[in-house]
């Protein structure tokens, strides 16, 4: 966990640890450059072509965003309004800060429950992919799955909020790291 009572307290040169989802987003995303750097060198030099990479690729690629997405909720990276964030009263902020919150969860709790069936349909109706064949549900299933870490991410950082502490914010530029510019 990385939290700090304000952002000047992090020190910004120190390396960090990677959260999980960090590692499988990193994983994901050098696994699609490699099937597609393979995919077309050998598309180049022989005239034929890895049908599977596409369907691969794109599984990896919601893999990372989901991944990614757990991280930066944690981080308190995602993108963000601070011209008007910061020009609130702090209790205001916090007030803001934690309803962004309640609503990404709720969004996310629906990608749940609705992934889930899907992921179920998918394994109830037998289906298989168009490119290589393998049931549906091996790539449906994380999807709910990998949303649920999301939510718990998002509770981490909820209850940070609601202690007054916030999640070190990778993007907060040195300028913004002065006592009066912390959003809490």
Do not use: K
């Not at 020190?11 to 995303?29: T, V």
């Not at 011209?83 to 609130?88: A, G, P, T």
């Not at 490119?131 to 718990?152: K, T």
């Amino acid at each position: 966990m990385t939290f700090s009572a304000s952002p000047e307290s992090a020190d910004a040169s120190a390396p960090r640890a990677l959260l999980a989802e960090e590692r499988i987003a990193g994983m994901a995303m050098a696994t699609v450059c490699v099937i597609t750097l393979a995919n077309v060198l050998v598309r180049y030099f022989t005239n034929f072509s890895f049908g599977f990479t596409e369907e691969v690729s794109v599984f990896l690629l919601v893999v990372m965003t989901l991944a990614g997405s757990a991280a930066a909720f944690r981080r308190g990276s995602h993108l963000a309004m601070p011209f008007l964030l910061d020009r609130l009263p702090a209790t205001a902020r916090r007030l803001v800060v934690a309803i962004g919150l309640v609503v990404a969860f709720a969004l996310f709790a629906a990608v749940v429950w609705y992934g889930g069936w899907l992921a179920w349909d998918d394994y109830d109706l037998e289906s298989t992919s168009t490119g290589i064949g393998v049931p549906v549900w091996w790539y449906s299933v994380w999807l709910p799955l990998l949303s649920l870490v999301i939510c718990a991410r998002i509770l981490q950082t909820f209850v940070a909020v609601l202690r007054g502490r916030e999640p070190v914010a990778d993007f907060v530029p040195e300028a913004r790291r002065g006592d009066d510019a912390s959003p809490f």
